[in-house]
């Protein structure tokens, strides 16, 4: 039980879980009202070739600018979205301004084709109709479905595994990339995964934290990437915080990296100088850069 202040200041005691249930409510309708208003925005974390190659992969990850929390990370709502079915609204949305602004910066000097990743809820991979939606909206953009991966995790997959098989043979069939996100922390058993179209792997976070330190997570992170390889697939690290993990990864032979020592997630605006800092970003993949001419 928690105290709860009454209108007139007097403590009330109230149990918890109504408190926790009004909040629940409470967040649920201004996300709901935040969606219609416009207030969600999507920022972007690159994804980086371990061969240092030019070319510009992003994920999107959506943040909430709530009138009077300031910006929200989806930590805070995605959960409440996806068991209130609020995350098909969400999930719409997401979609539309990612492949928008992929649009925008196919249009953009200084950048080149700009591949986005956009990742999906449970419910939205369970959807029979995500796939003709995400068809109307890669043409609505005039995006081709190359730039496009959607990213679903193990456990998303294994709620209904052969919806989800469905679901990812149409987003096949269009075009788009698939990734298997958070991997390693859910059920999938292999046999499973094998099932899938998937195009790649991202190892959660999670166990790359622990590579030069943990024998055991180096010995998960080897596994991943030659499991990734061995379907061929390509293998990504997710979380990469510092050059100790990079060197580890490279070592693995690990294919892409994501993570604070490449590059935060940044609003759209940033990814201009981002990719123009061509020499800070082989600096910090630990290769020297190429001499000026
Ligand atoms: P995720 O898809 O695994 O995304 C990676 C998360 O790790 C992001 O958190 C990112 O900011 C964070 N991250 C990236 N590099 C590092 C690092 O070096 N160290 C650490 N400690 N963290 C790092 P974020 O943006 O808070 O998103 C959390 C999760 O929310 C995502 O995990 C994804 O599952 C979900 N999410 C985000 N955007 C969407 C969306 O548009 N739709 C849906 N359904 N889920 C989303
Ligand atoms: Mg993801
Ligand atoms: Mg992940
Ligand atoms: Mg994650």
Redo the contacts with the bound molecule.
């Keep these: 039980r928690v105290k709860a202040r009454g209108r007139d200041g007097i403590a009330l005691h109230v149990p918890e879980e109504q408190v926790v249930a009004v909040d629940h409510l409470r967040l649920l309708g201004e996300l709901r009202r935040g969606i219609q208003e416009g207030q969600l925005r ?2 972007y ?1 690159p994804l980086v070739h371990l061969d240092g190659r030019a070319s510009t992969a992003v ?5 909430w600018q709530h009138p009077e929390r300031g910006l929200l ?3 805070v709502f ?1 959960e409440a979205a ?1 068991r209130s079915g609020l ?1 098909h609204a ?2 719409r949305w ?1 979609l539309d301004a990612a492949l928008a602004q992929v649009a925008v910066w196919d249009r953009t000097e200084g950048l080149g084709r700009v591949q986005v990743s ?4 449970t419910r ?1 991979l369970t959807d029979p109709s995500l796939p003709a939606d995400v068809g109307t909206a890669l043409r609505r953009h005039g995006v081709d479905p190359g730039q496009l991966v959607l ?1 679903v ?1 193990e456990t998303a997959l294994m709620v209904d595994p052969d919806a989800a098989r469905t679901t990812l043979l149409a987003l096949r069939e269009l075009g788009v990339g698939i990734a298997v ?2 991997f390693g922390t859910g059920y999938a058993s292999l046999t499973y995964l094998q099932q899938f179209p998937v195009d790649e792997l ?1 190892i959660d ?1 999670s166990f790359v934290a622990g590579l030069g330190r943990s024998d055991a997570d180096d010995a998960i992170v080897a596994s991943c990437v030659q499991l990734a390889h061995g379907l061929g697939l390509s293998a990504v690290a ?4 510092g050059a100790g993990q990079l060197e580890a990864l490279r070592r693995l032979g690990c294919d892409y990296v ?4 490449l590059g ?2 940044m609003p759209p605006e940033d990814l201009v100088a981002w990719v123009a800092d061509r020499a800070g970003l082989l600096q910090r993949l630990g290769a020297s850069p190429a001499p000026a001419p």
């Design positions: 999507l920022h974390q994920e999107a990850l959506v943040r990370p989806p930590g995605i996806e995350v969400l999930g997401v956009v990742n999906l809820s939205q990213e995790t996100d958070d991202k976070r997710e979380g990469v915080e994501q993570g604070y020592h935060r997630p």
